[in-house]
């Protein structure tokens, strides 16, 4: 308004106001420079005025030719046409901001699997320079889990006690500088190699508990899958990224390439993730109130309030549904990871595909696991929606993570073609994704308050198991000449982590 404020416009009117009518002085907009012509039909209306200021109320009025005002109108200058309701400082809402928080989880999340797959493609050529075997090439390859396993349950803690937001930034730029500094420590030694892997993979640490604290805060619960899987089919992309430029890169710039490409998209991420990002909506200076409170009255198990006291480790260890999460994320990194590191081998190896087709085959799984994982996570907010026990959708989401996966590897013992195999390790990519809308969001309902902390106790767990399972299928691969004995083994451990799963996961909260 040009000379009241918006309380006394709304103190001076009142219902029994006279409405607006065509030949209201809307009609001089005809005669401005841009040629604005009134729509104003010949029916009375009302404005709804949404709000101007923060901290501001809302409430309704009718307008006068020197109010703002959002009724329907064109500008024939530049050919605009809409009703659109204006925001704080004139801008236009249109994504929620809710889900412009999800992409930029989505896109960091994509980054942090690109900076470990670039390892997993480089690692072959640098083990044909530097001679190593098939045993010590595992070594080198889960050398990113020696960090990893480490700041999982700090970050998780860190997460609880300071938010998502500054955790995860941190943890971007300390894990793009060790990407950043990895050739160069290839070229210095062995041991300076592992050590920046390392240093990696303690500053990728923080990445998951930040995830999913940080959408538990911006999304109602029956919308918490789907963000999950959104931000996760980013995580699988990066895989099909990591594996598709670094063989270009390698080829065409040479082992410092993807590493300098990748190191500067995270540089450049935090800067976008500073200034548009809060840890809470409520702090956000980019909100509507009407999606706020959208947020906030779908919160079911979330407090705004951050603990500053150590999270209760005994206590969290004393309950068997906190013992269905470790088990069931140490099985699906124990799979994962074998798939995740070993297939550029596996193909190169078995079928003998040169190192670009062997991208291209493993490529190809984590494309399609990103979209069966956002089908997996609308599919459980379906099932919330139409009423089914939350216990229920949670034990069945994940049973298909284990037994799809479990029977795929099974099948693949006896894939006579790199085409079929390739097939068969898209099924179980693809059905164990299914686990996003089980065991990983499990951690929120049962433990909102200590959630990062759990996480990285599981995550520990899972990291540890990775890594038993990455130096393992070089030691068996060396031992038997075969990939078929341990994929039959991680088979087998998808069956037994079911039955554990079903029999002491809940969904109800229990700290």
């Known amino acids: 308004m040009a000379a009241t404020t918006s309380a006394q416009f709304l103190s001076h009117s009142s219902p029994s106001s006279s409405p607006l009518t065509p030949r209201s002085d809307l009609t001089n907009f005809r005669n401005t420079q841009l040629r604005f012509t009134s729509r104003v039909s010949g029916k009375p209306f009302s404005v709804r005025y949404i709000r101007r200021n923060r901290g501001a109320g809302t409430g309704r009025g009718e307008g006068t030719a020197r109010t703002k005002w959002a009724a329907p109108a064109r500008c024939t200058a530049e050919g605009i046409e809409g009703g659109m309701v204006r925001r704080e400082g004139g801008g236009v809402r249109t994504m929620p901001e809710r889900y412009k928080v999800a992409c930029l989880v989505a896109c960091v999340m994509c980054l942090c699997n690109a900076d470990r797959v670039v390892m997993s493609v480089a690692v072959v050529p640098l083990a044909a320079k530097h001679g190593w075997s098939s045993s010590f090439l595992g070594v080198v390859q889960s050398s990113f889990l020696w960090g990893y396993i480490l700041s999982s349950v700090i970050g ?85 990224m990591g594996l598709l430029l670094t063989p270009i890169m390698l080829s065409s ?76 994320n140490a099985t699906n990194n124990w799979g994962y990871f074998v798939l995740l590191s070993w297939m550029p081998v596996y193909f190169k190896s078995v079928y003998h595909v040169n190192l670009k087709q062997a ?109 038993i399972s990455t130096i393992g299928t070089g030691y068996f691969v060396e031992w038997l000449g075969s990939f078929q004995a341990f994929l039959t083994v991680t088979a087998a451990l998808y069956f037994v982590s079911t039955i554990f799963w079903n029999l002491f996961a809940t969904g109800e909260r229990v700290f």
């Not at 996570?377 to 929606?385: E, F, H, N, P």
Request: net charge positive.
């Open 156 to 240: 998780g803690a860190l997460v609880d006690r300071y938010g998502g937001k500054k955790v995860m930034g941190w943890g971007v730029v300390l894990w793009s500088l060790a990407t950043l500094i990895t050739p160069w420590a290839a070229n210095r030694s062995t041991f300076a190699l592992l050590m920046a892997r390392a240093f990696f993979g303690l500053a990728e640490g923080v990445a998951l508990p930040s995830m999913t604290t940080l959408l538990s805060r911006w999304f109602p619960s029956h919308e918490r899958a789907s963000a999950v899987g959104i931000s996760m089919a980013g995580f699988h992309l990066g895989n099909v």
């Open 253 to 328: 710039i040479g082992i410092s390439g993807p590493f300098l490409l990748f190191s500067s998209i995270g540089f450049l991420w935090v800067l976008t993730w500073a200034y548009q990002v809060s840890n809470d909506p409520q702090d956000s200076h980019f909100i509507s109130r009407s999606e706020l409170r959208l947020i906030q009255a779908g919160q079911t198990t979330y407090s705004s309030k951050q603990t500053t006291n150590f999270p209760p480790l005994r206590l969290l260890l004393s309950k068997s549904p906190s013992w269905a999460i470790i088990f069931a």
């Open 359 to 467: 991208a291209w085959f493993s490529a190809v799984p984590w494309a399609t696991m990103a979209i069966s994982g956002y089908i997996a996570g609308a599919t459980s907010d379906s099932l919330i929606k139409e009423g089914y026990p939350l216990t229920f959708v949670r034990k069945f989401m994940q049973s298909i993570g284990f037994i799809g996966p479990a029977l795929s590897l099974l099948c693949l013992n006896y894939a006579n073609t790199p085409a079929t195999a390739a097939v068969l390790i898209t099924a179980a990519l693809s059905l164990s994704s299914f686990s996003q809308a089980g065991f990983m969001l499990n951690i929120q309902d049962i433990a909102p308050q200590y959630a990062g902390f759990l996480h990285g106790i599981s995550n520990s767990a899972g990291t540890l198991a990775a890594i």
